[in-house]
């Protein structure tokens, strides 16, 4: 069972470059978080997309795009990469983005901005 | 930032209870208290949660004070396994994980 696949796994990017991250579901869920996590921290919320076609922003929105592809895959994009966005990129997802409701995470991607 | 209060770390010896207790004093009444572990660098883990009642499965309880202002979550039998970072998060489906508590099972 893959449950949430990110992609890449580790990314190495300069100041000032761009880049995607994928993320792809299969248990067939209607919500999907990205989130990071700085060294010795813990995750802070970078959007979510309760359903598909909707997306919000969460607690540190600023640098980033997202967009909910479809019902599987929600991709998170940073436009002009900053040393301050070096971290640890979760994506996540749930059967619905009502409370109550469990959290399934990747295995995260790895990113450093020089 | 995070709204719940956790201690940095904690030694547990295996074999024993391990008692994690989480302050959320400021929770309002529609929200849950939800509780995940991460191993290593790990994606985290769910764990339990709960609103108002004490909840129980295969891996641990939660025990939630009757005015909800903080709660304890329990490992029946620690394991080598068991070793975490455990998170204790209130909140509606938005969650922000504070930086948890560090328990260390002891052989």
């Known amino acids: 069972n893959a449950g949430v696949t990110q992609t890449p796994k580790f990314q190495v990017l300069k100041t000032g470059q761009s880049m995607t991250l994928q993320c792809a579901q299969d248990?067939?869920?209607?919500?999907m978080y990205w989130y990071r996590q700085d060294p010795g921290m813990g995750l802070r919320l970078i959007y979510y997309?309760?359903?598909?076609?909707?997306?919000d922003k969460g607690e540190v929105p600023n640098g980033y795009n997202v967009s909910r592809l479809n019902k599987r895959e929600f991709s998170l994009r940073l436009e002009s990469a900053a040393p301050s966005q070096t971290s640890v990129y979760f994506c996540?997802?749930?059967?619905?983005?009502?409370?109550?409701?469990?959290?399934?995470f990747g295995e995260g991607s790895r990113l450093t901005v020089l | 930032d995070a709204k719940t209060t956790q201690p940095p770390s904690m030694d547990c010896a295996e074999g024993r209870a391990a008692n994690l207790p989480c302050n959320h004093s400021?929770?309002?009444?529609?929200?849950?208290v939800y509780w995940y572990r991460q191993i290593h660098s790990q994606g985290p883990q769910y764990i339990i949660h709960?609103?108002?009642n004490n909840e129980t499965n295969e891996m641990a309880s939660l025990i939630i004070t009757e005015d909800r202002k903080s709660s304890t979550l329990i490992l029946p039998h620690a394991t080598l396994r068991d070793t975490a970072v455990y998170y204790c998060?209130?909140?509606?489906?938005?969650?922000?994980f504070g930086a948890g508590t560090t328990v260390t099972v002891r052989a």
């Open positions: 998060i209130e909140g509606d489906y938005k969650l922000s």
């Open positions: 400021t929770i309002s009444g529609n929200e849950y």
């Open positions: 709960g609103l108002k």
């Open positions: 248990m067939n869920h209607n919500s």
């Open positions: 996540a997802s749930s059967v619905t983005h009502l409370a109550g409701g469990e959290l399934f």
């Open positions: 997309s309760a359903s598909e076609g909707t997306t």
